[in-house]
Structure formats: C-alpha cells, structure tokens
C-alpha cells in the first residue's frame, strides 16, 4: 500500500518498507557521502516492495525466499547494479568539487574554469664553473656559449641529469680559481703581545731581544738640536719598544711559512701614553751582545795602592771607567767605545744600551774601527757615532750591556686566520681584474679549515659555496692584490687558508634540449592539437605572477608562434598557440580556428617544436656531481658545480593544487592587502610556505613576506636568492608601491626532541620506532608546520601516542637548539625588525632521540 504522501513508500512513512539511506554532507568535509542505493539497501527495499500487502500471496511468498532463489538471485543480481551505479555515481560527484577530488586532472580542470592551471615545477638552478686551460700555448681567454650542456656523475639509484647555461661567457685563466689574500698589513700597536715573520729559521730564539721601531725615532735623531722642542713634545725619542722574545713557533698547525714570536711584555708603555711606533714600523733583531771597552779593566787597588794612582795612570781615567762619557772626554760626546771589532755595526743600524734598570736606543751614523790601550787592557774596539747623546752620560762601562748588529726581519704582514665574510674580499691580483657585474661563486671551508685527512675532508667538511656579483675591483698600489666588493654580504664564514673565487661562472638550469617536428599543419581543422613526445617540460624561473615559464617553442614553417593562456581573446590572424600539460609533464599544443587565432597552414612536418626535459626534484644535484662535458667548448678543461641545486620545484600535486586554486580568485594576481602578499606568495612557483607580517621599522610600515622553498626529500628550505628576487619582482609588478616591500628567505629554527617509551611486545621495537620517527618528521617539519607556530611537548605527546604500538611514553622533552636546555613550549617569531627586518621564523625538528621508557 502507498502511505499517501506520494513517495512510493519509500519516505519511512511505511513501517513495513525501510527508509533510503539519510544522506547529508555537511561543509568542509575532505570527501563527500552520496551512495545512495548501496547494495544492502537496494536489495532490503526491493523485498519490501514484494512483500506489498496489496499484491498477490505469491508474489508476497517470494520476498521471503533464500537468496538461492531465481526470482531472488535475480533481485541480488539488480541489487548489485544499483551499488554498482550508486558508486560511481558517488566517485563521479567527488571529482566535482575542488575540495573532495581525488584526481589531479579533476583539480586541473576543476581550476581551469577560473583561470588557474597547477604549477608545472621549476628546473632547478645551479652555477657551473669552469676551468681553462692554463698549459703553455693555451689561449688566455676562451668563449662558452650558451646552452653549452654539462651532465651530471650519477650517484647509486640515480640518473644523469643534463644542465644547460643560460649566458654566454668570456672565461680567462687567471680567473679558474682566483686565491683569496692568506696576509694582511701587520699592526704592531699598544698591547700587541707577540710578532709573526714570515718565513722560518730566521734566527731568533727564545731569550733574544727584538727592537719595533718606526720613522719617528729615525726622525727625531736627524732633528736638529735647536728645533727638537717640538718634537720633544710629541715624545719622538721614545716610540720605539724592545721586548724579550719567551718562544718561538715555526710553522704553527695550518700556516706552513710563518714563525711567531711570543713576547714577554706587551707593546707600549701605558694605554693613556702608548708612545708606540706608528709610521713605517720595522722590527729588528740584534745579532751581537758586548760591552763597552774597559768593562773589564781591574780594579786600581790591584794595581797600586788606593792613592795615587799607579803611574801612567790619571785619576780622570780612572773617573772614566765609572762613567764612560764625563766632561771633558777625550772623545767626542755622541761616540760610543764598543769593544771588539764589529764590522757589521754600520751606519743607519740600531745600537741599544742597556743597564739593569734602563735602556736607551740610539742610531749608528758612523763607525770606525780601532784599537786602545786604556784602563790596564788593551784591545780592538769599534767607535760608533750615534744619533743623539741624551742619557749616554748614566751609562757606566762595567754595568752597560750593548746589543748591536741590528738586522730587520720579515714583519711588515702576518697570516690571515680571522674567518672571511661581509661583502669585501682581499684577492691575488688577476690581469685583468674582475670586472663589474662579473658572477662569481666564493668557494672555501668554514672557519678551522678542512681537516689534514683528505678521506677525512672530503668526508665530514664539504667546500662552502655561495655566489655573488662584482660591483667593484680595485687593485692594490703594490699590485699583488686586489679589493672585490660584492653585491651582497656573503652569508657565510670562510677560512682565509682555503678561500677561492671561481671567476669563470655562467648560470645554467636543470633540462636537456629537445628538437621535435610536431607535426603536420592541416588548415582544414579547427583547433589543430600536437602533442611533446618527451617529458615533463622544463620550466625556468620567471618574475610573472606563476613565477615559471615554458621552455616550450614551436615554429610553423620557421616562424614562430607565441604562446597565450587562452585562445578567446586572440584575433583570426594571430599566431598563437596554447600550452596544456598532462600528468606526465607532457605538452598539447593547440592552434585557433580562424576566428580564435590563426589556423596552422598546410605543410610537411612543418610544425617544430623547441623544448627542454626536466625539471624538480631529479634536478637536485649535489655540489661537484656536475662534471661531464657532452660537448666540451674550445680551450676548456674542465667544469662543475661548487655549490648544490637550487630553487627547484617539482609540479604541482593534488593537495597544494587544491589549496592553491581558490588563491587565484583570491587575489587575481594582484596584492592589495597584507594576506594578498601572502597568498600571491603561496601561489609561487617554488615556494613552499610563506607568510606576510605588517612590520613597523621605526619609520614607516612595512610588508615583510617570508619564503621557503623546496627541499630534497619533500620539505622545505630557505628561498634562494633568485626565488627571492624573482618573487620580489613578481609582488612589485603586482602591488601598490606606496607601501615598502621586503621579500627575505625564512628562517628555519632547528630543534631536538627526546621521548622515552614503552612498546607493544606484539609488535616490534624497531617498526614502532621507525614509525615515530615519521609520525614526528611529518608533524615537525615545514610546511606542515607553519611560520611563526609553537611546538607544544603535550602536542607531540600525543603524536607518539596516536602511532600504533605505542603502549605508553613519557612527555616529550624539546630544546631549542638541539642540546640546550629542555623545555615545554618552543616559539617561532613573526616577521620583525630587530636592527634589521627579519623573516618569520619555522621551527623544524632536526635531532630526535628515542629512549627506553622504564
């Protein structure tokens, strides 16, 4: 019987048939409930249709027979149809909804309809270097044009990957691998405590004296007396310092060549009054120790009695042993007795007298040798006319040490060890010097240098890389170095010992060449298609609002035929073509119909397409994989990469394109508001996560957007410098310039975790471990985890407890970096300024360790 309402029973209004399944599908659900007649259900309600009280006993018989029945089989078979249809029915209304497709070319034409097609990945970008040939007979320059490939050294499981350049490029020699200085100007100032020579067996030992000396105690000597007043008042005379060598180290750990010489006191007297040398400092080292000529006269007492004098002795003379320099000497005032014959005290050398509690320099101008039989000895003595006479006269001969011979020693520089950064660096002079705007890649090792094992270097302390522009090169007066200042400041630190700058760099981008005929122009068809036979198309870098183009050309009878997003605005006559892509990164090409764009004209294979092959993350190259030359340019020795793969991006999945879509209608390539910026920064090519903060910088407003880019193994790394730039463009061509911009790579703040716990003994250790591990590293990591958000231990707590066969653990413990001290709550900042602006900050797991709970 009907109940009345007109709905075939179906409604429940009938207690004797059962209601059809109550479908709802509440919003923001991931899938949607629309099998109606699943089989259970149809096969119920057609019995309960049989078992009508209103049709014949019969037929009611047959609703309650087995399922082995023919007339219930039947029902069965029908029953099966139904939820065979009601599933597809299903399936088909998920692909209908950008939320709840499942398949990619679902999401692909579900955005097509406004205007947005999934991104298509970014070949990565990489620098190649390269070395010419430097033999004898080899030209100095050679040129390397663009598009010049260079393979890559497959590693286990890998396969070769072709990059190419993107310039051409005038490579030299001299610039292969340009050394950075190792020596700098040596300051010898107030508090210097020890001296490097360079050079070793100089012949200075512990125990010796050296004398730092400079132009104004040679100055001061050459003064006349009449006009010293004034540079007594500058203390002249006294800028000079001799200091007790206490060790000598030739060739220290990693500076082969150089000897350091520590001394016993500081330079200087006093830091209010340092009266230290500052004008062509000189270090010398005095090669002689004597003495005054009578030093070991006896004593008159031993001679003759106390009083008179023995004769032929005056009591002058015997005032003369005392103080060698009384009035009325028989030698001039400014000449010093050394006894001994010293032929190497020259004029313009340095002689020091020394007394226990005092010591005075003085400047040879004149030496003579003699002879003198004074005293009660005799002997050879060498007469030295000094400089000045200030203080001779406290000299005695008995008590007076000289130290003569002076010789300089190699002290006008020293090593270079502070680590290499900023954005100047000192080089070897090169002919020609580097010129403006010229790419380089500095290449050298972090602040320590590479251990002395070369497995052990090659192992544990990769060469650092990163690149860099010439603004300027200034070479030195002295031409043996010269000054680079870079466009930027180098991100790293280098050891000075192994810096290098390769000159001879040329940008180059993951993707092989491919030459193509696509086919035959038919002008009879309407909307002509061809399609690639290789894939996926390579995409490069652009500063459009995708930030990717096409590497795809196509040529009609040598013409070429541009590319447009779509043939509804183009005119009958307008060579144009649109680009779609499959799933497999494959390319249909598709022509106008006369009235959309320009039929293709009749011909022979005389469509040719241009393209190049890769791209993602099969481009992610390791430093130094790139070395082979396919076809090695003239005058070319060699090539690789100093630094790894960057800034690629592998094509768009179905996930990131769900959520990327709706951004397109959001923004429609424009960016007005500070969430604009962000989501024009999430549509990016290349951008894994981003973040738009407003930042007050203590004088205007501005809009800091944060960027990470792709990383190997599907997370995320800070935005290279050309992402940066080319988003930067991409969100100066699409924003109102009245607000300043700061476009920076993110900030990733690494940290530990550490949890202990129990397993399920049903399952084993190593499995349950494993698993969370992954469970941590997908909830941990960006982009699953955002800028500027915190890591709770209660959060992670129940990550680990949600793995199965975790029977119990303890509460996580975090730290922040890894190893400082553990705490609950780990913070990750907003874009800020803070001197500078500064990007957002993610927090990333990076050290986790798994204890057994007890």
């Known amino acids: 019987m009907s109940c009345g309402?007109?709905?075939?029973?179906?409604?429940?209004?009938?207690?004797?048939?059962?209601?059809?399944?109550?479908?709802?599908?509440?919003?923001?659900?991931?899938?949607?409930?629309?099998?109606?007649?699943?089989?259970?259900?149809?096969?119920?309600?057609?019995?309960?249709?049989?078992?009508?009280?209103?049709?014949?006993?019969?037929?009611?018989?047959?609703?309650?027979?087995?399922?082995?029945?023919?007339?219930?089989?039947?029902?069965?078979?029908?029953?099966?149809?139904?939820?065979?249809?009601?599933?597809?029915?299903?399936?088909?209304?998920?692909?209908?909804?950008?939320?709840?497709?499942?398949?990619?070319?679902?999401?692909?034409?579900?955005?097509?309809?406004?205007?947005?097609?999934?991104?298509?990945?970014?070949?990565?970008?990489?620098?190649?270097?390269?070395?010419?040939?430097?033999?004898?007979?080899?030209?100095?320059?050679?040129?390397?044009?663009?598009?010049?490939?260079?393979?890559?050294?497959?590693?286990q499981g890998e396969l070769p990957q072709t990059f190419e350049t993107g310039a051409d490029l005038r490579a030299y020699a001299v610039w292969n691998a340009i050394p950075g200085a190792t020596a700098g100007p040596q300051e010898i100032d107030f508090a210097t405590d020890a001296i490097w020579l360079r050079g070793t067996a100089l012949g200075v030992r512990a125990g010796d004296g050296v004398l730092v000396v400079g132009a104004e105690r040679r100055r001061y000597g050459r003064t006349p007396v009449h006009s010293r007043a004034a540079a007594d008042r500058r203390r002249d005379d006294e800028r000079w310092d001799f200091r007790i060598v206490t060790a000598v180290e030739e060739g220290p750990p990693g500076l082969a060549g150089w000897t350091r010489l520590a001394l016993a006191e500081r330079i200087g007297w006093r830091r209010s009054t340092p009266l230290t040398a500052e004008e062509g400092v000189q270090v010398h080292a005095f090669a002689t120790r004597t003495n005054l000529f009578g030093w070991n006269a006896p004593m008159a007492g031993l001679l003759a009695g106390n009083d008179p004098p023995p004769p032929g002795i005056t009591n002058g003379e015997w005032d003369d042993i005392g103080n060698p320099f009384p009035p009325g000497n028989p030698h001039p005032a400014d000449v010093v007795e050394v006894d001994g014959d010293h032929p190497r005290m020259v004029p313009g050398s340095w002689l020091l007298l020394e007394r226990p509690d005092y010591r005075e320099l003085y400047a040879v101008e004149a030496a003579d040798p003699a002879g003198g039989s004074r005293f009660g000895v005799s002997g050879r003595t060498t007469r030295l006319r000094v400089d000045i006479t200030e203080n001779l006269d406290t000299f005695g001969r008995r008590d007076t040490l000289v130290r003569g011979e002076s010789r300089p020693l190699p002290a006008a520089e020293r090593p270079l060890v502070e680590p290499v950064g900023g954005r100047r660096l000192t080089l070897a002079a090169t002919d020609p010097p580097l010129p403006t705007g010229r790419r380089v890649v500095v290449t050298g090792f972090p602040p320590g240098g590479p251990p002395a094992d070369p497995l052990v270097a090659a192992a544990t302390a990769p060469p650092l890389a990163e690149t860099a522009v010439v603004l300027a090169c200034t070479v030195a007066a002295d031409g043996r170095t010269m000054t680079v200042d870079l466009d930027r400041d180098l991100i790293l630190s280098y050891d000075p010992r192994g810096l290098r700058v390769r000159g001879n760099v040329a940008p180059a981008s993951h993707g092989e060449t491919v030459v193509q005929p696509l086919g035959s122009g038919d002008p009879t068809l309407a909307f002509q298609r061809m399609r690639t036979r290789r894939?996926?198309?390579?995409?490069?870098?652009?500063?459009?609002?995708?930030?990717?183009?096409?590497?795809?050309?196509?040529?009609?009878?040598?013409?070429?035929?541009?590319?447009?997003?779509?043939?509804?605005?183009a005119g009958p006559h307008d060579r144009v073509h649109t680009e779609r892509l499959d799933d497999e990164g494959l390319a249909t090409v598709t022509t106008g119909d006369g009235r959309h764009g320009a039929r293709l004209p009749g011909g022979v294979e005389n469509v040719v397409a241009t393209y190049r092959v890769g791209v993602g993350a099969a481009g992610a190259v390791r430093a130094g994989q790139l070395s082979i030359l396919p076809r090695r340019p003239y005058g070319v020795r060699a090539a690789a990469n100093p630094g790894p793969a960057r800034d690629w991006a592998d094509p768009e999945q179905l996930d990131a394109a769900r959520s990327h879509a709706p951004l397109r209608i959001r923004t429609l390539d424009r960016a007005v508001s500070v969430a604009d910026h962000e989501d024009f920064a999430a549509g990016f090519a290349g951008v894994t996560l981003a973040r738009a903060d407003d930042v007050w910088d203590g004088r205007e407003q501005v809009v800091v957007v944060s960027a990470l880019g792709a990383a190997a193994g599907g997370g995320a790394a800070p935005a290279g410098p050309e992402l940066v730039a080319a988003l930067r463009a991409a969100l100066v061509a699409a924003r109102d310039p009245g607000t300043r911009l700061a476009v920076l790579a993110g900030e990733t703040v690494p940290f530990g975790l550490h949890v202990d716990l129990a397993h399920d003994p049903a399952y084993p250790r190593a499995d349950v471990e494993s698993a969370v591990r992954a469970a941590l590293a997908a909830a941990y990591t960006p982009p699953a985890l955002g800028f500027a958000t915190g890591v709770v231990a209660s959060r992670a707590l129940v990550t680990v407890r949600a793995v199965p066969g975790v029977r119990a653990c303890t509460l996580p413990r975090l730290a922040a970096p890894p190893g400082a001290a553990a705490v609950d709550l780990l913070a990750a900042l907003p874009g800020r300024f803070a001197g500078t602006l500064r990007p957002a900050q993610v927090l990333t797991l990076t050290d986790l360790t798994i204890g057994v709970m007890s």
């Not at 459009?544 to 997003?565: H, N, Q």
């Open 5 to 155: 309402c007109g709905c075939g029973g179906g409604c429940g209004c009938d207690p004797l048939r059962p209601p059809a399944p109550d479908v709802t599908n509440p919003p923001g659900q991931p899938a949607l409930a629309w099998r109606v007649a699943p089989h259970s259900h149809a096969l119920a309600r057609m019995r309960a249709a049989l078992a009508d009280p209103g049709l014949p006993a019969g037929v009611r018989a047959v609703a309650g027979q087995d399922a082995d029945d023919p007339m219930l089989a039947l029902l069965d078979a029908a029953a099966v149809m139904t939820d065979v249809v009601s599933f597809y029915t299903e399936r088909i209304a998920q692909e209908a909804y950008l939320r709840t497709a499942t398949e990619l070319t679902s999401v692909r034409h579900l955005a097509g309809m406004i205007g947005y097609q999934p991104r298509p990945g970014v070949a990565a970008a990489v620098d190649i270097a390269f070395d010419v040939e430097d033999a004898p007979g080899a030209p100095p320059e050679v040129d390397v044009p663009a598009g010049t490939p260079v393979q890559s050294v497959p590693g």
């Open 535 to 569: 894939g996926p198309l390579t995409h490069v870098r652009d500063d459009s609002p995708a930030g990717a183009r096409s590497t795809l050309e196509v040529r009609v009878d040598g013409v070429r035929w541009d590319p447009v997003p779509a043939l509804d605005t």
